[in-house]
Nanobody, 119 residues
């Protein structure tokens, strides 16, 4: 079981930026796909961005052009750069290991990191 620790959340004004980090406790980090998810109050958890071992990325339509996912295999960390933040981006953000062709979340969810976009 891979342990995941998210950080970097906070309170930001609309239009602002944040960079989230997620560090994984695995020696095989370069061989795993990773993803960012978020859950807003009263809503289901949703995929935000994914990145494969080959560097292929995929984004939810709502964040395309504003968010960028990246992966540092040396630091065993996946990042989510979030620009032009909107109030509707407010949520707890989680990362996870992804498995299979469908890139399904495969590990236990961490504690997440709260992102609040508000003036």
């Amino acid at each position: 079981q891979v342990q995941l620790v998210e950080s970097g959340g906070g309170l930001v004004q609309p239009g602002g930026s944040l960079r989230l980090s997620c560090t994984a406790s695995t020696f095989a980090f370069s061989f795993i796909h990773m993803g960012w998810y978020r859950q807003a109050p009263g809503k289901q958890r949703e995929m935000v961005a994914t990145i494969t071992t080959a560097g292929n990325t995929n984004y939810a339509d709502s964040v395309k052009g504003r968010f960028t996912i990246s992966k540092d295999n040396v630091k065993k960390t996946v990042y989510l750069q979030m620009n032009s933040l909107r109030p509707e981006d407010t949520a707890v953000y989680y990362c996870n290991v992804l498995r299979g062709i469908a890139l399904t979340p495969a590990s236990s969810w961490g504690q997440g990191t709260q992102v609040t976009v508000s003036s």
